[in-house]
């Protein structure tokens, strides 16, 4: 079983244990007499589709002017000066992701010898136990059900009579309560933590101005029988959430009341069903999804009841790292990143935020948005790989509508067609600039969210997802192309540039010692657009004999700035890759971006040997510490790069206490094993899942490579399910560092594939029958 499990209750929230369903959130405390959920609702956020307008900003005619100040000051060698205009530009901010709500039981005070608390990943169930084999046993059960959309509590043992009572707290404003009740207003604005110069909440009666939103509880007892499971009475306490949001940049709909009423039909159901029915429905539900894959490193070491919190410090203390002392933590945090993007991303609803669907603070950190130069997209890394497509489709309804919502931001500040999304973004769809005119353009300025999200389109298909950018998303992806050539300007050699360029929040040194952030043509930005464009010349020859005729002169002028276009990635001076255009050094060498190197991870360039050694020099250059999502990162692109020995290097700094990392920007795993940034952001969890994979399977170049990149901690092992590109379910074993069997069998069509290991490769057609090889099986050189 991949659980996680602790024997003493929750003291803090970084203690307690998730769960969700995808719209509702808890965090389990496990309180053997005091229970308690800090709920979360994935359409709780501050503000409404009237925020962004509500900001600061400028029109058209003011941002063409600082546009073209810009413009100018940067190509006369004034990027400081020029920092000025781009700042004048910015509106506020993005609003926040909130916490709902807190429910509470008293349970009747007991001893509680042999307690105990586990999250089974497998089931998505949370246990509470306390006085195991007495006559006093008590047995707490919980999850959070996407069929019955409510979560349940049940609770085995207790006296006869008791029912306990229900206690609800909200940090939003009250609208009223009734018996199990509570109706809550939220903010019409949050500002960021670090905004000091803006309250921190205001709030607004105007209608629309701000969303409406309940908690309803109800609690119930079941006799004993068969279909309880039970032989005592069973006290069963049901939760449901809900709110007046109505979609991204909709108009909220209804009230808290009505908010209510849709609660209260959902526990109605679920009280009709049965604890059991709603039990089994739960599971089955979870593990439609979960048991697609399995991934076996080894037992457990240690002893055998030790939290998961211990074995992560007692591994960390390891002479040889934590996974040579216990391998099995990289099997558990790999289930667990699974877990948290079931529990947090489920069709039809919002994309997972910096913190999933969990989060306690009313200013949390950098608002628990969706920050588009990395952190949203890691959140979905693994989504393909580990047989979950299902779990990304709020992120491709989230591109749709910030293509629509990012039309006007595009005409209104760069006078350009198409569509554009800077950093940070939230539920109402906000595409502009954060700032509020003072931000660090290195962090403030960055128009590519497009292009990078539109790389998770094309993934879909190369995992076989179907022709996805030629039909439904060719008006998205032809919208973030139009942005692209016209937000490009000409130079004299009749090249074609970005201008303001950055490379995400990071600054270069000038000549004269001072640090700058703007510049022209980064790294990144060259990578993006390249990308990009290929994707719309591949996706037009898909289309229809009509439609190509249609598109004709747009793909024509795609293909003509394509050719244009510098190369990317450039080679440095200080043999690495450069991340700006001029080679300038990087004002923060070990900064925690690396996103000069997208194109190698989670770009799909084959690189040849001078950029594979120029990308290890940038590796080596950056180091190897950092927050808990660039440890992600680096892992992934030293997986890429084949460099075995690295990943051991970085999977000993994943697996450490949190509070043993040094500094700001030193990552590790809270008790309940969240990964911090510091502080908490989930990508560092959810990304996990991605970069184990990609060190045991690889499908980037064409080619379905084995064990690319296996650490030697992790010398033994299998896994089942994964998923290489086209579309190839791939299931590995290996024992002492050598591949014993792969067994490889198409989802769909047969597919002639190309398959690699230890330097060696065979040509094979896997059909959905499938295919299996040993070692020896791989008889060609590998040439590639």
């Known amino acids: ?42 359409t709780a956020w501050s503000g409404s589709p009237a925020s962004e307008s509500r900001q600061g900003g400028v029109g058209p005619e003011d941002a063409a002017r600082l546009l073209e100040e810009a413009r100018t000051l940067i190509g006369a060698g004034r990027p400081i ?22 429910v509470t039981l008293r349970l009747p005070a007991s001893s509680t010898t042999g307690y105990r608390r586990t999250l089974d990943l497998g089931s998505a169930v949370h246990t509470v136990s306390t006085n195991a084999d007495t006559s006093d046993a008590l047995v707490q059960t919980t999850l959070v059900s996407k069929p019955h959309g409510v979560l349940m509590h049940v609770i085995d043992g207790l006296p006869d009579g008791i029912v306990p009572a229900v206690e609800i707290h909200s940090q939003l404003r009250e609208l009223g309560r009734r018996d199990g009740a509570l109706w809550l207003r939220l903010p019409s604005d949050v500002a960021p933590g670090h905004e000091t110069r803006f309250p921190a909440a205001s709030w607004s009666d105007e209608p629309g101005a701000s969303l409406e939103a309940a908690i309803v509880t109800r609690v119930v007892t079941e006799s004993a029988g068969p279909a309880t499971g039970s032989t005592g009475n069973r006290v069963v306490l049901f939760i449901a959430t809900g709110t007046s949001y109505a979609g991204i940049g909709q108009t909220t709909v209804g009230t808290a009341r009505d908010a209510e009423m849709a609660a209260e039909l959902r526990i109605d159901a679920a009280i009709a069903a049965g604890s059991a029915i709603v039990l089994a429905e739960h599971i089955a539900d979870h593990r439609a999804l979960f048991d697609r894959v399995s991934i076996s490193l080894g037992e457990p070491s240690g002893a055998p009841n030790a939290s998961s919190d211990a074995r992560v410090a007692v591994a960390a203390g390891h002479e040889g790292g934590s996974l040579v002392a216990d391998p099995a933590l990289a099997a558990l945090l790999f289930d667990y990143g699974r877990y948290l993007l079931i529990a947090s991303s489920r069709a039809g609803g919002l994309p997972a935020t910096l913190q999933g669907i969990w989060n306690e603070q009313m200013q949390p950190p950098w608002s628990s948005n969706y920050t588009t130069n990395i952190n949203l997209q890691m959140n979905y890394w693994g989504a393909d790989v580990a047989n979950l497509p299902e779990t990304a489709e709020p992120l491709f309804d989230f591109i749709e509508a910030l293509a629509e919502r990012g039309r006007d931001t595009a005409r209104r500040l760069y006078g350009a067609r198409g569509w554009v999304v800077h950093h940070n973004s939230d539920a109402w769809g906000f595409t502009a600039p954060a700032g509020g005119g003072t931000g660090d353009p290195a962090w403030a300025f960055w128009p590519m969210g497009g292009p990078w999200l539109i790389r998770h389109l094309r993934e879909r298909e190369a995992f076989g997802g179907g022709p996805l950018l030629a039909t439904r998303f060719w008006p998205v992806l032809r919208g973030a192309a139009e942005f692209a050539l016209d937000w490009m300007v000409r130079l004299p050699d009749g090249g074609w540039a970005t201008s303001p360029s950055t490379s995400p929040e990071n600054r270069y040194l000038c000549p004269d010692g001072r640090t700058a952030s703007l510049s022209t043509s980064t790294t990144m930005d060259i990578s993006l657009l390249r990308e990009l464009f290929q994707t719309v010349l591949s996706t037009a020859a898909e289309r229809s004999a009509a439609d190509r005729i249609e598109d004709l002169a747009f793909v024509r002028e795609v293909g003509e700035r394509l050719d244009a276009m510098p190369d990317a990635p450039a080679l440095g001076s200080k043999r690495g890759i450069s991340e700006w255009a001029d080679d300038a050094p990087a004002a923060d060498p070990h900064h925690r971006h690396l996103s000069h190197l997208y194109s190698l ?44 020995d690295k990943v051991s290097d970085l999977l000993r700094l994943v697996f450490r206490p949190a509070e043993t990392g040094a500094g700001p920007f030193a990552g590790g795993l809270y008790p309940n094993l969240f990964a911090a940034h510091p502080p908490f952001q989930i990508d560092g969890n959810l990304g996990f899942t991605a970069v184990l994979a990609e060190a045991l399977l690889q499908s980037h170049d064409g080619t379905i490579s084995l064990l690319p990149a296996l650490p030697t901690e992790l010398r033994s092992g299998s896994v089942t399910g994964f998923v290489a590109r086209p579309g190839v379910l791939v299931d590995i074993e290996w024992a002492d560092g050598a591949l014993r069997s792969a067994t490889l069998r198409a989802r769909g069509a047969p597919v002639q594939a190309r398959i690699r290991y230890a330097g060696r490769t065979t040509h094979r057609l896997i059909d959905t029958s499938g295919i299996r090889l040993s070692s020896t099986d791989f008889d060609e050189s590998d040439t590639a």
């Open 601 to 644: 991870f989670p770009g799909g360039v084959v690189a040849d040997a001078a950029v594979r050694l120029a990308a290890e020099q940038s590796l080596v250059d950056r180091g190897d510490d950092s927050t808990g999502w660039s440890l992600c990162w680096k892992l992934a692109l030293w997986a890429r790069l084949g460099r075995a």
């Open 81 to 102: 000066d020029a920092e000025r205009a781009v700042q004048a530009m910015q509106s506020d901010y993005s609003q926040a992701y909130l916490p709902l709500g807190r």
């Open 1 to 42: 079983m991949s659980a996680l499990s602790y024997d003493s209750p929750a003291a803090l929230w970084l203690e307690a244990l998730p769960l969700g369903n995808g719209t509702l959130g808890a965090m389990c405390w496990g309180g053997a007499d005091v229970v308690r959920f800090d709920l979360n609702d994935e």
